[in-house]
């Protein structure tokens, strides 16, 4: 993981788990607006957004599926050979 996901604000949110006896919630982490690139070594985020302002969660944000990314961040880990 070089990025990992990092949002101004999260949410829980349930989702449904599917189970052989039955269905029943899990809630799950999502974040609230657009996701920043945030480095898994550093800390800082590719954007050059203050990282304190964000929570970060341990969530591969190449491989992160919510869908709306900061569009410097997404061009900044594509110029760099990702995404």
């Known amino acids: 993981m070089r990025y990992k996901v990092g949002a101004e604000q999260f949410q829980q949110v349930p989702s449904l788990a599917h189970r052989s006896d039955g269905v029943f919630r899990v809630a799950r982490t999502a974040p609230v607006g657009p996701t920043h690139a ?39 880990v594509r110029a760099r050979g990702g995404g």
């Open 38 to 76: 945030v480095c898994a070594v550093t800390g800082a985020t590719v954007c050059g957004t203050k990282a304190e302002a964000l929570e970060v969660l341990n969530e591969d944000w190449e491989a992160a599926c919510f869908g709306r990314e900061v569009p410097d961040c997404f061009a900044a």
